[in-house]
T-cell receptor, first 118, second 107 residues
């Protein structure tokens, strides 16, 4: 089946630095990628939706200047947390789809990236 | 508004059966999903219901009643590895996740 990878799986950084997280679809073309954030014991919260070659659509309350999303190719999307602060520490997960809207596409989550900001 | 409710935690015994309920209120409906999520990992897909009724897949079954805004996930012959969070999610124009039910399996 389709595989979605994320890199890095773990990152620890100092407050004020920027962190880039990559999400790759390994064997299919991902026309749409979704970025989620999950705090401990909380649900997955959708942050933004990105379509290849266009600007991301951010959910209400998510700062687009702080969470920069780039979806420059059909296999790669990046999320950059700029000037990270301790409250940004969370589990970031991407999900990729080929745009057909089928059930199988809902399965393709990346393994997640755990960010800890000191 | 959009709302998905499921119990926060449940406990069951190895070998037993457990039912995890989910109720939802959404502006639209294009299917309901159940995911399993182990601590520190991404969710993995378990089931999908778009029509009323029961979908069975091995030890796991999922039921949907659209008129009642209700679904349940039934896990049979529980194993220790089933200890995880179970997320109910509804697709409207996007997929909305519930907060998850943490299932503890006792030996």
């Amino acid at each position: 089946g389709a595989v979605v990878s994320q890199h890095p799986s773990w990152v620890i950084c100092k407050s004020g630095t920027s962190v880039k997280i990559e999400c790759r679809s390994l064997d299919f073309q991902a026309t749409t990628m979704f970025w989620y954030r999950q705090f401990p014991k909380q649900s997955l919260m959708l942050m933004a939706t990105s379509n290849e070659g266009s600007k991301a659509t951010y959910e209400q309350g998510v700062e687009k200047d702080k969470f920069l999303i780039n979806h420059a190719s059909l296999t790669l999307s990046t999320l950059t947390v700029t000037s990270a602060h301790p409250e940004d520490s969370s589990f970031y997960i991407c999900r990729a789809t080929g745009g057909g809207g089928g059930v199988s596409e809902t399965q393709y989550f990346g393994p997640g990236t755990r960010l800890l900001v000191l | 508004g959009q709302n998905i409710d499921q119990p926060t935690e449940m406990t069951a015994t190895e070998g037993a059966i457990v039912q995890i309920n989910c109720t939802y209120q959404t502006s639209g409906f294009n299917g309901l999903f159940w995911y399993q999520q182990h601590a520190g990992e991404a969710p993995t897909f378990l089931s999908y219901n778009v029509l009323d009724g029961l979908e069975e897949k091995g030890r796991f079954s999922s039921f949907l009643s659209r008129s009642k805004g209700y679904s349940y996930l039934l896990l049979k012959e529980l194993q220790m590895k089933d200890s995880a969070s179970y997320l109910c999610a509804v697709r409207d124009d996007k997929i909305i996740f519930g907060k998850g039910t943490r299932l503890h399996i006792l030996p």
